[in-house]
């Protein structure tokens, strides 16, 4: 007598053993926790830039009603255009963004080879070496101005937006060569091998071959360079006077400005900064293994 098709699924059902969905379930727990983290963490960091862009973007009466909206309600660009009128505020502006830019540029280009040289090849003390180089962001930055400020003195430089590229740079060439350095231990020496086997020189096999692979590591690099330039204010104000960036205009200016100027200044100091992330976002996402759409 032969069995039925169903009784053999039930005999071969029952000699299994149970399905444990203990591990499913661990992971479902680890990744709700991950993503209500990753919710916590971006309100906690969103929402002092919403109510700044929002007292920003209402009307100076609103500004002083009690207790205020947490939901725009009167909608206004007069705070806005009386901080952009006032003096000094637009040559600042320019002044931020070019000594950002600047900083940028100059960090790559003394930050990128110098990243490279550790990344492929190895010497004694290098280690060392990339403990020794956190060193300047160790010490504060009136520490590091005083001496700058003299020294940019002595050389006819101080008061320009040299003077604040050359220290922005100096801040910024640590953190730029330890992250190009782990992006260029990232990409296979054999890839460079193979172009150096095909007719490339040295230089060339670095310029066609590593850089583009290393895009997204100094594509983070050029945001926390540029980040940290544009908001970089004790140094920029020790050593400038007619010339000042923008956030050294602002912290200048608190002690005899209204409050509507305030909330101005710190909207106009964030918006830069996040258009500059947002640029370079596809090249951050392709560092993670992600496609920005």
């Excluded at 399905?19 to 990744?31: A, G, I, K, N, T």
């Excluded at 990409?187 to 490339?200: K, N, T």
């Excluded at 923008?246 to 305030?262: D, F, G, I, K």
């Amino acid at each position: 007598m032969t069995m039925t098709e169903t009784e053999a699924r039930r005999e071969t059902s029952a000699a299994l053993p149970p399905v444990d969905h203990r591990p499913l379930r661990r992971r479902r727990r680890s990744r709700a926790v991950q993503q209500a983290a990753a919710v916590a963490i971006t309100l906690f960091m969103g929402i002092p830039v919403y109510l700044i862009a929002l007292a920003a973007l209402s009307s100076r009466a609103s500004l002083n009603d009690f207790p205020k909206s947490f939901l725009p309600t009167d909608f206004s660009t007069a705070t806005l255009d009386a901080f952009w009128s006032s003096t000094g505020v637009f040559p600042a502006t320019v002044n931020s963004v070019m000594a950002g830019l600047l900083t940028v540029l100059l960090s790559l280009a003394v930050g990128a080879p110098a990243g490279y040289a550790l990344s492929r090849h190895v010497f004694r003390g290098r280690d060392a070496y990339q403990v020794v180089l956190l060193l300047t962001r160790a010490l504060p930055i009136v520490v590091l101005s005083i001496p700058l400020a003299q020294l940019f003195l002595s050389t006819g430089i101080y008061d320009t937006v040299t003077a604040v590229v050359l220290i922005h740079t100096a801040l910024a060439l640590p953190t730029t060569v330890l992250i190009t350095a782990s992006i260029f231990v990232s990409v296979p020496r054999d890839v460079e091998e193979a172009a150096l086997i095909f007719g490339c020189t040295r230089l060339g096999a670095f310029r066609r071959v590593v850089m583009p692979l290393a895009v997204p590591g100094l594509a983070a690099s050029s945001v926390f360079t540029f980040v940290l330039s544009w908001n970089e204010v004790l140094g920029a104000a020790v050593i400038t006077l007619d010339h000042r960036t923008l956030p050294a205009q602002v912290l200048t200016s608190l002690q005899q400005s209204p409050l509507a100027y305030r909330f101005a200044g710190g909207f106009l100091l964030v918006v830069p900064a996040l258009i500059f992330i947002a640029l370079m976002r596809r090249y951050l996402l392709n560092m993670w293994g992600t496609g920005a759409r």
